[in-house]
Each structure stands twice: as structure tokens, then as C-alpha cells.
């Protein structure tokens, strides 16, 4: 075939294929226009100035958006759990506790009481099983308020301390800087300011035995001992309740122990007369003085001048009359005297 022919062919056949393809393309064009109605077709020129990593850009903007609301959130329910516990202002606790060191000859009762305490708060503090046990040089916890310790037990609240003890709510979480009132954990152990306390617990400490040593009040000689005797005035067989102690009129008269004046001044048979409450259930008196050194509310120690031997009130001569009372009775001084 001549090349002219070959060329024309050739020509005809693109001419064809290109009607064709323009065809197809116009198709496809009007059905993405039916689609996308509100999108406007990018030149060319536009796509190729469009970021390369737009989508990545916009893939990571959406990825952060989802980052921030997910810690949010957490951030949220965080606070709402924990903010009672540490979003709240630190409370000192009223309860403070030293260290003392016990002294000779020093109990758990005479430290309580030089304390302002009780044995019983000394004893739950120090988890003492008994209060006679303690000896010099020992270390023991002084709190500066009555009250005990309790050991919280597994679903206990506060409110069911509160009742058992008979103590207020606010107290208890005064005195332990507590927090979060409504969460306590088993085994925690809290202090109980003013706890009454029952039976049971009052039966661990056994007090021992007190007996106070009493000094002679005034130096002289034993005339009329303690019990029943015929009255020197009255020629009556009458109970004697204390001792008669012969001494030079104006010699001191000393406070056989220390304690608190409880009475100074004259009272009928008695004469001029001071009493002294040495507390534990003891009392002494001392009558027929003839001059008064003490005053009612002063407190005295052992070995203390409080009165002058005298001869005042139903007294047949120059004498100290003595006593000693134990719970409201008057028993015989010669088995305290040293």
C-alpha cells in the first residue's frame, strides 16, 4: 500500500478513538456532577498546589481532638473520686503526744493525774494489758487529752465508733485530722477523745492497792491510842477516832502528807482544826491547834508546818489530836505512821 494511503488510514483510525474516548470521559463527568452537586471540580493546577500531606495533617488534627477529649474525661472522673481525699485542705489534728520517761516510784496513776488524765487513757495508748507493770526508766506515750484508741474492724463506720463510744462525730475527726470522714480502713486505729467506756474494759486496769506514807505530824509522846475509851471530860465510854500526841504548846504541827486544805478554821469540840484531802480516799485532821498557818484550797506538801500545838475546843491539856479518814471512815493512824 502506497505510504499516502497507510497515512490516511492511520489518521482515521485516531480520528475514531479519540471520538470514543471524549465520549466515555463526558459520561463520566455528567454522573460525578449527579453525585457531587455542591463540589466544585479542582483544576489540575489546584490539585498540584494543594499540600501533599493535607490528609495526613488533617488525620493527625482528628487523632488529637479524640487524645484530648479521652484525657479529659479521665481528667474528669479522676477529680470526681480523689477530690476528697486530696483536693482538700490539710487539718492538723488537735491530738499531740510525748514521750515520757517513767520515774522511780512513779505509777500509772500518778502520771495520769499529773497529767490532767485518766489511768485508762494511759493504759489504750500504750496498749498496756496492765496499768502495775511499768517500771523506771520505761518509755511510755502521754497524749494531751482523755480519750482511748481504737483499732477500726472490717465495715465498721465512724458514725458506729461515734455511738459506741457516746462521743460526737466532729470530735473524733478533730482530733485525728481526718480528711474523708466517710472512708475509714480496717486496721486504722483512731483516738476517741472522752470515750465512756464499758465494763469490760475498765476491768483490765486494776488499780493497786494505795497506801500513802504518813510522817508523825509533831514530835512527842503517844497518850490516848485509837478506839473506844472512857472520855477524860465527859466520864463516857465514847469511840476515840484518831490518836492524842503530847507536845510543847506552839510546836509545829506538819501535814503528815501532801494534799489540799479542805477545811481551816474552828469547829465545835474539834478546837481549831485543818483538814487535808490527800485524794485516793484519804483525809487527815488535825485538832485543839492553837494557831492556823493554812487556808482552806492551799495546797500542801509532806512535812509542811499548817498549825501550832495548842489546847482549843473539849481538850483537857496541851495535845495534838490526829487523824486519819479512808473513804469516809476513820481508821487507825499507827498502821500508816512511819
Known sequence: MPVGRQLILW???ILVLSFILFSKLRDVSAIAEELLPDETPLSFREILAEPIDSDINEFTSTQNLIEDSIQKKRGERFTEVNSAKFNVPIKKPTLSIETYLVKKDENLWKIAQDSGLDAFTLLSVNKLRNGNLIRPGQSIKVP????ILHKV??????????????????KIIESNGMLDPDTIYAG???FIPD????????????????KPKFVKPTPGRLTSGFGYRIHPILKKRRMHKGIDIVSGYGSNVKAATGGIVTY???????????VIDHQNGFETRYAHNSRLKVKKGEKV???????LVGNTGRSNGTHLHFEIWKNGEAIDPAHYLK
Request: no cysteine; net charge neutral; glycine share 8%.
Open 11 to 13: 489518521m482515521s483510525i
Open 144 to 147: 494531751n487529752q482523755r480519750g
Open 153 to 170: 474492724v472490717k465495715d465498721e463506720s465512724l458514725e458506729e465508733i461515734a455511738i459506741r463510744y457516746q462521743v460526737s462525730l466532729e
Open 188 to 190: 486504722t486505729e483512731l
Open 195 to 210: 470515750a465512756k467506756l464499758n465494763e469490760s474494759f475498765r476491768k483490765k486496769l486494776i488499780p493497786p492497792p494505795y
Open 264 to 274: 481551816s478554821g474552828q469547829m465545835g469540840s474539834y478546837g481549831n482544826l485543818v
Open 301 to 307: 506538801h509532806q512535812g509542811q508546818t499548817i498549825a
